[in-house]
């Protein structure tokens, strides 16, 4: 395992690379004349509440390497990429996927490669996924089961003690 490298990951941002931003009245940062909609840097509360995540969670996304805003200060800038990436995380989460898979499904879509490998190891994931809770379904059916029989015990035996009575 590599050691975590944060300079290897980000390019330091200049100021001419990044438009200042600012606040209008409805609380939307704006870059230059542009809408929240479409701009292309958007800072960690707009996304966190475009995507309904805390800031925590999307620098949790950060640290694993899903996404890698710019700075300007200590503020976090995320680009259109970042946005797509967390995108695409948020259903892989939905799907079940682990973090790493996630996170190699995206990078193998970031590549200039064939997309032919790229179908095969995303259908294998998907495949895999689908057996997993194929799996955890059979188990739960199982439990259901085993828990409406003995809800219909428990009637059966609050039934007898009442008659009793």
């Known amino acids: 395992m590599t050691a975590f490298n944060p300079s290897a990951r980000r390019k330091k941002p200049t100021s001419a690379s990044i438009p200042p931003t600012r606040k209008t009245k409805q609380g939307a940062h704006t870059v230059g004349a542009e809408t929240h909609e479409q701009s292309s840097i958007f800072s960690i509360s707009q996304l966190a509440a475009e995507f309904d995540l805390t800031p925590r969670a999307l620098r949790f996304y950060e640290d694993h ?45 970031e590549s200039p490669k064939d997309t032919l490998p790229q179908l095969k190891r995303l259908q294998v994931v998907l495949q895999q996924q689908a057996q997993a809770l194929s799996a955890q379904l059979s188990d739960l059916q199982a439990t259901l089961s085993e828990i409406q029989t003995m809800q219909a015990e428990c009637e059966r035996l609050l039934s007898q003690r009442q008659k009793r009575r």
Do not use: H
């Open 65 to 109: 390497g899903i996404v890698a805003p710019q700075r300007e200060g200590t503020r976090r800038l995320y680009s259109v990429r970042d946005r797509a990436r967390l995108k695409l995380t948020l259903r892989g989460k939905r799907l079940g996927l682990s973090l790493g898979q996630i996170r190699e499904l995206i990078d193998m879509y």
